[in-house]
């Protein structure tokens, strides 16, 4: 597929089906992500793909870790955001509403749970990083994300990046014997779209370029 194409393409996938992804065509999809570039060539990341039971055990664990310390998805910011960038996510939270009563769900439940369940994919990815690394080193998790997703809808198949997971990073820990020092720094749902739900017509806007760039020019 055309590269301009699947990045004008690919969307947040937010409903699977629960048909299993084949071990193969996960490895390719992973072989794919660890060409993309890093500092020094340091190649931080670390996968732990969760499939079949031990993939639902993690589900009904977060869904539960949820319901006891109900930590909601958000920005994470750790003071207040500009207004620029409240704005944005009001906005799309506003024109994500009409497909969610369309469903007939509450917003929150289903996008909080929903990160939990890795909306029903039947693979969850979780990207970690050693943490004798730097902050500075999330960047280069951060391009193997994209790699990743980019990666996955070559082979028809949908993402969404879930940060939520991080909120319960002690449960993910105990119940998939991650050592302690491994952050697990974001989580994938992997699998394949349920394109008869209506949240997966939704697709998030971009500002124009002008919001972003400031040119610095002779």
Not at 138 to 163: N, R, S
């Amino acid at each position: 597929m055309d590269l301009i194409q699947t990045i004008k393409e690919r969307r947040s996938i937010r409903a699977f089906k629960p048909e299993p992804v084949p071990k193969g065509t996960i490895e390719k999809i992973l072989r794919l992500t660890v060409h993309a570039p890093s500092a020094i060539n340091l190649q931080p990341w670390e996968f732990i793909v969760v499939t079949g039971e031990e993939k639902a055990r993690l589900s009904r664990r977060l869904i539960k870790a949820y319901h006891e310390k109900q930590i909601p998805c958000g920005p994470g910011n750790v003071k207040p955001l500009p207004k620029t960038y409240g704005k944005r996510g009001a906005k799309t939270l506003a024109l994500m509403k009409p497909f969610f009563e369309e469903m007939g769900v509450d917003p929150d439940q289903y996008i909080n749970e929903g990160s939990c369940n890795f909306y029903g994919a039947s693979v969850a990815i979780l990207l970690c990083l050693d943490d004798s690394f730097p902050d500075a080193r999330m960047v280069d998790i951060g391009i193997a994300l994209g790699y990743l997703a980019l990666a996955a809808h070559e082979f028809e198949l949908g993402t969404c990046p879930i940060g939520l997971i991080t909120a319960y990073e002690d449960e993910i820990k105990d119940l998939l014997n991650i050592p302690e020092n491994k952050n697990a720094v974001i989580g994938v749902a992997l699998g394949y779209p349920d394109w008869d739900v209506p949240i997966n017509r939704f697709k998030s806007q971009r500002d124009d370029l002008e919001k972003f760039v400031r040119w610095i020019e002779s």
